[in-house]
């Protein structure tokens, strides 16, 4: 099994900034993908930003320019580093990772951490 642990969030003022960060462990073979997800209260969960293992990124356009992703894959950690926070960022903030666990049997599950509190407030 592969196991999630977050890092980095809290209270921060409008404007400020964060850093999380994830580190993946257990039975992994190759991290395809990394990524953060997000949820306030009353709404969907939504995609944040993702990186591929080969450094490829996507961030959501309510976060391009402000929040950057990125990852060790020697270390299976990844992080999300945000700028210029927003009360609207204010969300529990999940890692996600896709991840080859057997060298034998090479299919892909996602796994998910269990989440970290941002609160953006003045």
């Known amino acids: 099994q592969v196991q999630l642990v977050e890092s980095g969030g809290g209270l921060v003022q409008p404007g400020g900034s964060l850093t999380l960060s994830c580190a993946a462990s257990?039975?992994?073979?190759?991290?395809?993908?990394m990524g953060w997800y997000r949820q306030a209260p009353g709404k969907q969960r939504e995609l944040v930003a993702e990186?591929?293992?080969?450094?490829?990124?996507i961030h959501a356009d309510s976060v391009k320019g402000r929040f950057t992703i990125s990852r060790d894959n020697a270390k299976n950690t990844m992080s999300l580093q945000m700028n210029s926070l927003k009360p609207e960022d204010t969300a529990v903030y999940f890692c996600?990772?896709?991840?080859?666990?057997?060298?034998?049997?090479?299919?892909?599950?996602?796994?998910w951490g269990q989440g970290t509190q941002v609160t953006v407030s003045s």
């Open positions: 257990g039975s992994i073979v190759r991290i395809n993908v």
């Open positions: 990186i591929t293992s080969g450094g490829s990124t």
């Open positions: 996600h990772a896709v991840v080859v666990t057997s060298p034998i049997n090479m299919r892909q599950y996602a796994y």
